[in-house]
């Protein structure tokens, strides 16, 4: 069950931040004891892919804090973010970590369904984020995009941490998702419905 909240949590990051949870995975596992990467995602811990990483993530963090640019972004990130989660899930839910310590039988008969569920993670959390940033910006006229930017990075960086060392807490964060989404549906159709009666009132004017 720990493989499944590692995986979920890394690829839920890469929803939110696409270089994020791979770069901590290739962080940790280069330089400390904290997570020991399977043989077949031992090039996470690559120093060039290391760097190469750090350099696309400081692209990401840049754009993605610019109203309008970010929105091209997010466009740009919907084949990014899905495919980083998928790699995120493979190699996270497949590791041992200080809490995971024989996750090679887990998904042992079906290597690609923790590939395929990390995409469909990472597009979830992906697609929500895209539909919420041009209300932020719409309704701050642009000056709460680097706020909310910021605040999806450190949730990345925390989930991916959080992921690695206590998985568990990974569940608080999906209960979280879900409330929010929920929250924002409501919102949105709370909003279409205010400009719907406010279009209407200014017909019969």
Known sequence: MFEVLTGT???????LNAYIPLLT??????YTDLIDLPSGWQ????????VILAVLLTVEVVADKVPIVDHVNDVVQTVVRPTAGGLAFGAGSSSETVTVSDPGHFFSSSQWVPVVTGVLIALGVHLLKS?????INAATAGVGAPVASTAEDATSVVMSLVAIILPVLVLA?????VLFLFWFLRRRKDRRRERQAARAAGFRV
């Open 43 to 50: 090039w996470l811990g690559n120093g060039w892919v290391v």
């Open 173 to 177: 964060f999906l209960v979280g998702f």
């Open 25 to 30: 995975m290739g962080l940790l596992a280069r």
């Open 9 to 15: 949590g890394l690829a839920a990051s890469a929803g």
């Open 131 to 135: 539909a919420a940033r041009p209300v």
